[in-house]
């Protein structure tokens, strides 16, 4: 049974392991493995990771069952507070379809309760993410040209009705 709670410092170690193991799993078939690596390098840095842990009006959560942790999300206020910008949801590949992502989604609703609308960016390639998000509740809001910001990678952008 994995438990949702804050991530901290202690944290950090595992959770970039989590996110170079399940974007290399997620990604490499659709960027290559070389650019997935030089975007963990830069994305998932215990330095990136770091920073998220200290940005004000966010969270950073984990999914942890005492022997490791399965899965991680990352939100923060944009600059309309609003509009909450889910930046990261991940669940481990052999943690994948156990409600983890679901527990994550709901512990990040639940932690802007001023928030009207949840924001998220997919990978259009990536079908299992599409096919999640749409699940919860999010429609079609658009796309981007630069997830993530200076990514310079297209994606799909997804928005639901919250609070």
Request: some cysteine.
């Given at each position: 049974?994995?438990?949702v709670r804050?991530?901290?410092?202690r944290?950090?170690?595992?959770v970039?392991?989590l996110l170079?193991?399940t974007?290399?799993a997620?990604y ?7 650019k997935?690596?030089?975007?963990s390098?830069?994305w998932h840095?215990?330095?990136s ?6 940005r ?5 959560v984990v999914?942890d069952?005492?022997k490791?942790?399965g899965g ?7 600059t309309?507070?609003k509009i909450?910008m889910l930046?990261q949801l ?6 994948q ?5 679901q527990?994550?989604l ?7 309760p ?7 960016e ?8 599409v096919a999640?998000?749409?699940?919860k ?10 997830c993530?910001?200076g990514s ?6 997804f928005?639901?009705?919250i609070?």
């Amino acid at each position: 049974m994995m438990f949702v709670r804050t991530a901290g410092e202690r944290d950090l170690a595992a959770v970039r392991a989590l996110l170079v193991e399940t974007w290399h799993a997620t990604y490499d078939s659709i960027y290559g493995a070389a650019k997935v690596t030089e975007i963990s390098d830069e994305w998932h840095s215990i330095a990136s990771l770091k920073a998220r842990l200290a940005r004000p009006n966010s969270e950073f959560v984990v999914a942890d069952d005492g022997k490791r942790i399965g899965g991680m999300a990352f939100a923060a206020a944009t600059t309309d507070a609003k509009i909450i910008m889910l930046n990261q949801l991940y669940v481990h590949p052999a943690c994948q379809r156990q409600g983890i992502g679901q527990a994550l989604l709901e512990e990040v609703e639940a932690s802007f309760p001023e928030a009207r609308t949840l924001r998220v960016e997919v990978e259009e390639a990536n079908a299992a993410a599409v096919a999640f998000y749409r699940s919860k509740g999010f429609l079609p809001a658009g796309n981007t040209a630069d997830c993530g910001g200076g990514s310079g990678l297209s994606a799909l952008i997804f928005e639901k009705a919250i609070g």
